[in-house]
């Protein structure tokens, strides 16, 4: 039993790969544990109505982010492709 306890020990300590693997399971767990929880507590509080509101929070960020980059990355790329030699002046734009 001593022997598992320092063993347990080890991984949850040590700093060799196989315990980095472990701790950042069980960090993963942990954290996959907390999102279960509160969104069984949102839902729960929000009852079958609000299931519309929630999506909304969740996703309203990822909206906004999209439409605040008015096409940049889009644009970048073609101008890359455009104009070689003058990708550092687009760059320097930013």
């Known amino acids: 039993m001593i022997n598992v306890l320092n063993r347990l020990n080890w991984l949850l300590k040590g700093r060799s790969g196989a315990a980095a693997t472990v701790q950042t399971l ?9 999102n ?33 980059t008015l096409g940049l990355p889009s644009a970048l790329i073609y101008n890359f492709k455009r104009h070689p030699e003058d990708k550092s002046s687009f760059l320097q734009r930013l």
Not at 26 to 34: C, H, K, P, S, T
């Open 36 to 68: 279960v929880a509160t969104g069984i507590i949102t839902a729960r509080t929000l009852g079958p109505e609000g299931r519309g509101e929630q999506a909304a929070m969740i996703l309203w960020y990822m909206f906004l982010a999209n439409m605040l």
């Open 26 to 34: 069980l960090a993963r767990v942990l954290v996959l544990g907390i």
